[in-house]
């Protein structure tokens, strides 16, 4: 599976939108890209999903490069209660394995 | 969406006593599960790779006699920690993945487990 970058932290205020950017630069045709955000002692939660289309639900938005080497999570009005540990990950539908990279940590100040 | 329910939540349990955490998904039928473990402010590093009916396939470094994983059936793995050591303490999340295979996946709340 291909490797992410995601940077280590991140802020944002109440109310604006939180763009979450990652790197996968040697993602493959059939690799997925996913994000899923953790908060405090749960289990991941997941966010969204995408192969090359923008992709849109209650949640968030996820906007992927034309080249598919990066893409970007958007979280249109932060609210507090966003602030969590968010993880990309990319990886081929039915793999046998997923990895989760360092993710970020993206603090919502009021 | 689908629902992953881990059980219990939180265990406390002596030095070399053998723990078992269940993961059931509630709603649907998993023919893979996976089994993470997490240690503060740290991601989740996966242990090993559980299909129903076979035997589980352990990631590099995961000792497979010291994490014992069954998954007998379509909503139910287990993974007994033996013989637990105060290091074994963690946070122990499962995940499992529709039969449909469209690749979401789905994890359970995690069971703390704390050895003293």
């Known amino acids: 599976d291909a490797k992410t970058t995601q940077p280590t932290s991140m802020d944002c205020a109440e109310g604006r939108a939180a763009n979450l950017p990652c790197n996968h630069s040697?993602?493959?045709?059939?690799?997925?890209v996913y994000w899923y955000r953790q908060i405090h002692s749960q289990g991941p939660q997941y966010i969204i999903h995408?192969?090359?289309n923008n992709e849109t639900n209650e949640m968030a938005s996820l906007i992927i490069t034309e080249d598919r080497k990066s893409s970007t999570l958007i979280l249109p009005h932060a609210t507090l209660r966003d602030t969590a540990v968010y993880y990309c990950i990319v990886f081929i539908q039915g793999a046998q394995k997923l990895v989760f990279g360092q993710g970020t940590r993206l603090t919502i100040n009021p | 969406g689908a629902v992953v329910s881990q059980h219990p939540s939180w265990v406390i349990c002596k030095s070399g006593t053998s723990v078992k955490i269940e993961c059931r998904s509630l709603d649907f039928q998993a023919t893979t599960m996976f089994w993470y473990r997490q240690f503060p402010k740290q991601s989740l590093m996966l242990m090993a790779t559980s299909n129903e009916g076979s035997k589980a396939t352990y990631e590099q470094g995961v000792e497979k006699d010291k994490f014992l994983i069954n998954h007998a059936s379509l909503t139910l793995s287990t993974l007994t920690v033996t013989s637990a050591h105060p290091e074994d303490s963690s946070f122990y999340i499962c995940?499992?993945?529709?039969?449909?295979?469209?690749?979401?996946?789905?994890f359970g709340e995690g069971s703390r487990l704390t050895v003293l």
């Open positions: 995408g192969l090359k």
């Open positions: 995940s499992a993945r529709t039969s449909t295979d469209t690749g979401e996946l789905f």
């Open positions: 040697t993602i493959s045709g059939n690799e997925y």
